[in-house]
């Protein structure tokens, strides 16, 4: 009888999971985000005046320095909430004058990074970013008001506010909360985390990276408060010339880690907050521009860029002035805390999802040359409770077909041919959240 009953229960925990379980405490999280606690740190960091890199660092009202000071209390006062359960510090490298043409005198670049760690892997990590530092028209100009509302206080206060909101969860995986800072000078404050990631040996899962998450009406006079992009770049810069050599007979051009972590973002979305359109847009970063989940890019973690589907240029990097009837400058006037709440939820449901799941496998390998079917086996992974295969049509930007095979490392997809679709696969965990997909990394015969 007892046998029996564990069956049954067993049956009936992968039959929930192979119809893709939802978690209700997901629901939770996307009604905790609030607008109104977005609307007034996004007000409060405006209100520094300017958050330029290289402005002023004494004093407590106006420049960077007191930016940051706040942003730490910030998440020092989330962690006195919940027990001490986030670890926060000032991470920074002082950068040379003449490093390169926007740094015109020497400056510590200081990013705010607040830990919350993982219960079961503390050491693998998933990050959401957002920037603290802003700038004008001229990007060397220190000085004058500069209140980057949206640009990025909306970002830096999305990051906040996840952090409120999730700090009240605890998480198998460890989730870091961070304000990059010299960002406008030429993404300085990611490369300094990338570099003390890899020094300290983080396991890093994948960079959230939020760059202006508050603007509504586009430069192309579309208003939408449920578009968003989703920017991820195809493969990673650091692959090998033997991993690029094998992409010309196996596949992968558009199936690299960030790719895997943006169609992650898009499909948590699409299942938890349908009422979004998230859109995936197949590059690194907006045409001949940059955001700072490069850096991360750079050092071979991945990294995507979330953020705005309609800019207004009139509103970024802009003097504050009117011209031709125009106003200029990226103020408070023009962000809408509602969609910034929005667009809060979409990373803080991905941060859950992932903190909550297990690790993906970290080696795939596919077979299925000349047969009729395609094979397929990986490497277990502990505390998954069964594997999802994904595939989808080669032109398709997502993965728009599933099979939960249970708790087994290897299976084959009777009738569907290897060389018509592309295939992953992704472990899942007891309340149904998955990692990201893998695409094969090896081949069998
Ligand atoms: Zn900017």
Known sequence: MRKFLLATLVATT???VAKGQQDPRIYDIIDSVSATRIEADITKLANFGTRHTLSDTISETRGIGAARRWIKSQFDQISSDCNGCLEVFFQKDLIREGDNKRIVKDVWVVNVVAIQKGRKHPNRFIIMSGDIDSRVSDPNNYTSDSPGANDNASGMAGAIEAARVLSKHQFDNSIVYVGLSGEEQGLYGGKGLAAYAKANNWEIIGVLNNDMIGNIKG???VVSNRDFRIFSEPVPPTETEEERRARRFYGGEVDGISRQLARYVHKTTKEYMPEMNPMLIYRLDRFGRGGHHRPFNDAGYAGIRIMEAHENYTQQHQDIRVENGIAYGDVLEHVDFEY????T??????LASIGWAPPAPNEVSIGGV????TRLKWNPVEGAVGYKIYWRDTTSPTWDHSRFVGNVTETTLEGIVIDNYLFGVAAIGKDGHESPVVFPNKVFR
């Open 219 to 221: 430069v192309d006079g």
């Open 340 to 343: 910034a709440r929005k667009l």
């Open 370 to 373: 000349v047969e009729p079917s």
């Open 345 to 350: 939820a979409v990373n803080a449901i991905s």
């Open 14 to 16: 992968l039959i929930c």
